[in-house]
């Protein structure tokens, strides 16, 4: 099997390939649109509808990789968030992966003179920055989206092609899904059911999310109230409505940190009046969230996720021209 690396398009026929990838229509330029442009990444935004041989071709080929991949065909309803990255800074993440392993790109700082960029990695770096957008695109993950989703899936389907997993650009996908939640001021979740490592890249990005907003959260209503470190109240809800998890996955991220704390409620004096009827005595249980093991937690954590972060000033927003507007504006007045 022959697979054009630009298209995803796939033939058994040597001859027809080499005589394909000249000509491939999507060589100098991806379909859609971009939305995220880093000095390294970005992620374009294709329509399903309005590139669907495109699409399908991109869902066979993530089946190779994926066992619950089960939708190729279908894919009108969907748009495709395209991770991609320069023929050129391919070879400069390589040579800086292999110096740095599990590093998705290089970070301000990194190297080995005293912990600043060496030299030579900044001129292989600044050599090709300016070439970035210049230079053929190529795909290494994507994830999908269903268009219109009534149990508010942000995701639908995500897959960093093997030659570059262990960099963390899961994690950066992840991050735009939930960047799109925020945006559309909706809670979201990504579709069941997940891979093993899909559930374990997401269960790391739910843990340091949580546990940051905890941090933060504590550290605000400490100073607020002078310092006193007294117990602090705030739910599953309120940690949902700050960081646009899903209620359940939130648990499942407590339960991964071990920060749950199960707690035994004594029944008090008359209560036995108010239990339903048939329901068995014993005392009532509840969950509390130990601020202490989601420190030890995060102190662990500390240095060891790597990997491009999502920054919100590289993201992209389309804005509407002046024909749209006046639409807009007429129906309202409708």
């Given at each position: 099997m022959y697979i054009c690396d630009t298209c995803m398009a796939y033939t058994d026929v040597p001859t027809d390939m080499a005589t394909h990838m000249p000509r491939c229509r999507y060589k100098n330029e991806l379909p859609g649109r971009v939305v995220y442009n880093s000095p390294y990444y970005q992620i374009r935004k294709v329509d399903g509808s309005k590139h669907q041989f495109y699409a399908q071709c991109l869902s066979l080929f993530a089946k190779l990789f994926l066992d619950s991949k089960s939708i190729f065909f279908s894919v009108q309803n969907?748009?495709?968030?395209?991770?991609?990255?320069?023929?050129?800074?391919?070879?400069?993440?390589?040579?800086?992966?292999?110096?740095?392993?599990?590093?998705?790109?290089?970070?301000?700082?990194?190297?080995?003179?005293?912990?600043?960029?060496?030299?030579?990695?900044?001129?292989?770096?600044?050599?090709?920055?300016?070439?970035?957008n210049l230079s053929e695109q190529r795909v290494i993950g994507f994830f999908s989206k269903e268009r219109v989703s009534f149990d508010n899936f942000n995701l639908a389907c995500i897959n960093v092609f093997p030659p570059f997993q262990k960099r963390g650009l899961g994690r950066l996908l992840i991050s735009y899904s939930y960047y799109l939640s925020r945006k559309a001021h909706v809670?979201?979740?990504?579709?069941?059911?997940?891979?093993?490592?899909?559930?374990?890249?997401?269960?790391?990005?739910?843990?340091?999310?949580?546990?940051?907003?905890?941090?933060?959260?504590?550290?605000?209503?400490?100073?607020?109230?002078?310092?006193?470190?007294?117990?602090?109240?705030?739910?599953?809800?309120?940690?949902?409505?700050?960081?646009?998890?899903?209620?359940?996955?939130?648990?499942?991220?407590?339960?991964?940190?071990?920060?749950?704390?199960?707690?035994?409620?004594?029944?008090?004096?008359?209560?036995?009046?108010?239990?339903?009827?048939?329901?068995?005595?014993?005392?009532?249980?509840?969950?509390?969230?130990?601020?202490?093991?989601?420190?030890?937690?995060?102190?662990?954590?500390?240095?060891?996720?790597?990997?491009?972060?999502?920054?919100?000033?590289?993201c992209l927003v389309r804005k509407r021209t002046k024909k749209q507007l006046k639409s807009v504006i007429s129906k309202r007045k409708r």
């Open positions: 969907f748009d495709f968030y395209l991770l991609t990255v320069s023929v050129a800074n391919i070879r400069v993440l390589d040579k800086l992966a292999t110096n740095y392993p599990k590093s998705g790109a290089p970070a301000p700082g990194s190297g080995d003179a005293g912990g600043k960029q060496t030299e030579a990695e900044y001129d292989l770096v600044t050599a090709v920055e300016s070439e970035s809670v979201g979740t990504p579709e069941r059911p997940l891979s093993q490592h899909g559930l374990a890249s997401y269960l790391s990005y739910w843990s340091s999310v949580v546990a940051d907003c905890l941090l933060k959260y504590t550290s605000d209503n400490t100073s607020t109230n002078g310092g006193s470190k007294q117990s602090q109240r705030i739910s599953i809800q309120d940690i949902s409505d700050m960081t646009y998890i899903m209620n359940q996955d939130i648990v499942l991220a407590l339960q991964s940190m071990n920060a749950l704390v199960k707690e035994e409620i004594k029944e008090e004096e008359g209560s036995t009046s108010r239990r339903k009827p048939g329901a068995t005595a014993g005392p009532a249980v509840r969950y509390t969230i130990s601020l202490p093991r989601i420190q030890e937690w995060h102190a662990r954590r500390q240095g060891k996720v790597a990997g491009p972060t999502l920054i919100e000033g590289y």
